[in-house]
């Protein structure tokens, strides 16, 4: 299809308005990513936020419980030692049960609320003097007695938690220290019986925080004490033992604990240089719960902004794109003949002109055909203008088919059009104008016969203006005119 309108100067550029489209998708883009990116970066902030306050407040809890088991094992290593010293001393001493020894350790035991027995032992293992009544239960073969016959033991040794042979139904463990003669062989143990329930109700009033847990366990995964309790005080972990191995003096681990399969932040203390750790921990599910629902509401505003954006830059982009249709559209209609659909006059003066230079610049031939139909007033008088009107489309469809796409085809008036024809010398232009008188002779009917005069005419490189070369043209065409019609005349150079 010949270039009919060209996409000159007075013309919307698509691609232009394609660069302007996707610099509002870009932006768009932009303002949505960042919306995004900072709706993100708030709720890890958050998350993060969160769990660190977490770890602070179960990492003071746990240093503040340890604190607590390290001063009552250093009281009991205190007490031990008070007792060894009485028992060198005081002369009874050397008589099982003897009362002053007896008022001693009663009095020992009453300042000391979390112990709830005291026990000497003597080297096979009898209890020579403690602080219980009726029948002493034989004890030689618990470990807080076997482990110091086996080999010397530094400090004291803290057994696991066993139930009470005496109270059933009483879980206990013990504190021991040995005492050695210079030889080294043992004289006596003195035994500390602390019953669990003393840590169930001394830090009954420990007030935790939803989610929070606090156990006090050994290094042989042996659980002594844990809020809230679940039913695992005494009871043995070794996966806590192995986890432990981990730890050195503090350390603070992520891990699914092994009591109640949830995933928990656990913040380790060693009691002083004891075998004992208090774990402090929290559970995420819990901990996060806060920030959930608010993060609910942050990605919901986040998510309103990033489709408004979206909505903006969509509606932005129409409104872009309607923009450039209709300024097209005028555009088009500025520069076209709205029955034929050819361009019109003043679009066809510019084209020249644009040609011309062209054609100064890259030394190229360009042609001009100006064709008038012939008798055309005859057309609308016997059959009207309707008639006329349906004849001149006729005309602009013949041409639209013969003529080239680099070719701009115009009305140039009432049944006058003109043909451009870039890089087309004279002859091939009188060549292409009597294509189109032939075409147009076969387009007619029985009633209306249509033909057209011609002239053509090339552009010289003395002709600085169209207007010179139009005239040669519209000579061209009076002569064809004047020789009868229906014919092609060129102006030829002068010799």
Same mark, same amino acid.
């Given at each position: 299809?010949?270039?009919?309108?060209?996409?000159?100067?007075?013309?919307?550029?698509?691609?232009?308005?394609?660069?302007?489209?996707?610099?509002?998708?870009?932006?768009?883009?932009?303002?949505?990513?960042?919306?995004?990116?900072?709706?993100?970066?708030?709720?890890?902030?958050?998350?993060?936020?969160?769990?660190?306050?977490?770890?602070?407040?179960?990492?003071?809890?746990?240093?503040?419980?340890?604190?607590?088991?390290?001063?009552?094992?250093?009281?009991?290593?205190?007490?031990?030692?008070?007792?060894?010293?009485?028992?060198? #001393?005081?002369?009874?001493?050397?008589?099982?049960?003897?009362?002053?020894?007896?008022?001693?350790?009663?009095?020992?035991?009453?300042?000391?609320?979390?112990?709830?027995?005291?026990?000497?032992?003597?080297?096979?293992?009898?209890?020579?003097?403690?602080?219980?009544?009726?029948?002493?239960?034989?004890?030689?073969?618990?470990?807080?007695?076997?482990?110091?016959?086996?080999?010397?033991?530094?400090?004291?040794?803290?057994?696991?938690?066993?139930?009470?042979?005496?109270?059933?139904?009483?879980?206990?463990?013990?504190?021991?220290?040995?005492?050695?003669?210079?030889?080294?062989?043992?004289?006596?143990?003195?035994?500390?019986? #602390?019953?669990?329930?003393?840590?169930?109700?001394?830090?009954?009033?420990?007030?935790?925080?939803?989610?929070?847990?606090?156990?006090?366990?050994?290094?042989?995964?042996?659980?002594?004490?844990?809020?809230?309790?679940?039913?695992?005080?005494?009871?043995?972990?070794?996966?806590?033992?192995?986890?432990?191995?981990?730890?050195?003096?503090?350390?603070?681990?992520?891990?699914?604990?092994?009591?109640?399969?949830?995933?928990?932040?656990?913040?380790?203390?060693?009691?002083?240089?004891?075998?004992?750790?208090?774990?402090?921990?929290?559970?995420?599910?819990?901990?996060?719960?806060?920030?959930?629902?608010?993060?609910?509401?942050?990605?919901?505003?986040?998510?309103?902004?990033?489709?408004?954006?979206?909505?903006?830059?969509?509606?932005?982009?129409?409104?872009?794109?309607?923009?450039?249709?209709?300024?097209?559209?005028?555009?088009?209609?500025?520069?076209?003949?709205?029955?034929?659909?050819?361009?019109?006059?003043?679009?066809?003066?510019?084209?020249?002109?644009?040609?011309?230079?062209?054609?100064?610049?890259?030394?190229?031939?360009?042609?001009?055909?100006?064709?008038?139909?012939?008798?055309?007033?005859?057309?609308?008088?016997?059959?009207?203008?309707?008639?006329?009107?349906?004849?001149?489309?006729?005309?602009?469809?013949?041409?639209?088919?013969?003529?080239?796409?680099?070719? #701009?085809?115009?009305?140039?008036?009432?049944?006058?059009?003109?043909?451009?024809?870039?890089?087309?010398?004279?002859?091939?232009?009188?060549?292409?104008?009597?294509?189109?008188?032939?075409?147009?002779?076969?387009?007619?009917?029985?009633?209306?016969?249509?033909?057209?005069?011609?002239?053509?005419?090339?552009?010289?490189?003395?002709?600085?203006?169209?207007?010179?070369?139009?005239?040669?043209?519209?000579?061209?065409?009076?002569?064809?005119?004047?020789?009868?019609?229906?014919?092609?005349?060129?102006?030829?150079?002068?010799?």
């Amino acid at each position: 299809m010949p270039k009919s309108l060209d996409g000159g100067s007075e013309h919307s550029n698509p691609s232009e308005v394609c660069h302007f489209v996707k610099r509002i998708w870009t932006f768009g883009i932009l303002c949505m990513a960042l919306t995004i990116f900072f709706v993100g970066h708030n709720l890890v902030t958050q998350r993060q936020a969160a769990l660190q306050q977490a770890r602070s407040d179960v990492d003071d809890l746990a240093q503040s419980v340890a604190m607590d088991m390290s001063r009552i094992f250093f009281g009991l290593s205190q007490i031990f030692l008070g007792v060894h010293n009485v028992l060198e #001393v005081a002369p009874e001493a050397s008589r099982p049960f003897a009362l002053p020894v007896r008022h001693v350790l009663d009095e020992l035991k009453a300042t000391n609320p979390f112990v709830s027995a005291l026990l000497v032992l003597d080297a096979s293992g009898e209890i020579v003097h403690w602080t219980g009544s009726g029948e002493r239960p034989s004890v030689r073969d618990r470990d807080y007695f076997t482990v110091h016959r086996q080999k010397p033991v530094a400090g004291l040794f803290i057994s696991a938690p066993f139930p009470s042979r005496k109270y059933p139904g009483q879980w206990i463990f013990a504190v021991s220290s040995a005492y050695r003669d210079s030889a080294g062989d043992l004289e006596q143990v003195i035994v500390a019986l #602390v019953d669990l329930e003393y840590f169930r109700t001394n830090y009954a009033e420990l007030r935790l925080s939803p989610g929070q847990a606090i156990a006090l366990v050994s290094s042989r995964g042996d659980i002594y004490m844990r809020r809230p309790d679940q039913g695992v005080s005494g009871r043995n972990f070794p996966q806590i033992a192995q986890r432990l191995q981990q730890v050195d003096g503090s350390a603070f681990l992520r891990v699914r604990s092994h009591i109640d399969q949830t995933m928990r932040g656990i913040s380790f203390k060693w009691v002083g240089a004891y075998p004992l750790v208090v774990a402090a921990s929290y559970d995420e599910q819990t901990v996060l719960a806060k920030w959930r629902k608010g993060s609910l509401v942050i990605a919901g505003f986040g998510a309103a902004v990033v489709v408004t954006f979206f909505l903006l830059t969509l509606m932005s982009v129409r409104a872009q794109r309607k923009q450039a249709r209709t300024r097209e559209m005028l555009q088009k209609l500025a520069i076209t003949d709205p029955l034929t659909q050819l361009a019109n006059r003043r679009h066809a003066l510019d084209c020249a002109t644009m040609e011309i230079k062209k054609a100064q610049r890259q030394g190229t031939p360009l042609s001009f055909v100006l064709m008038d139909l012939d008798h055309f007033k005859s057309i609308n008088d016997s059959y009207g203008h309707e008639k006329g009107d349906l004849v001149l489309q006729r005309v602009a469809t013949v041409l639209n088919r013969l003529c080239r796409q680099t070719d #701009v085809v115009s009305r140039f008036g009432g049944e006058e059009f003109l043909l451009i024809l870039p890089d087309t010398d004279l002859s091939g232009a009188a060549s292409n104008a009597e294509k189109i008188r032939t075409a147009l002779e076969h387009a007619g009917s029985d009633t209306v016969r249509m033909t057209a005069s011609f002239g053509v005419a090339q552009w010289r490189e003395v002709e600085s203006a169209f207007k010179d070369t139009l005239r040669r043209a519209d000579r061209a065409l009076y002569e064809a005119k004047a020789a009868g019609r229906n014919r092609v005349r060129i102006d030829r150079p002068p010799h």
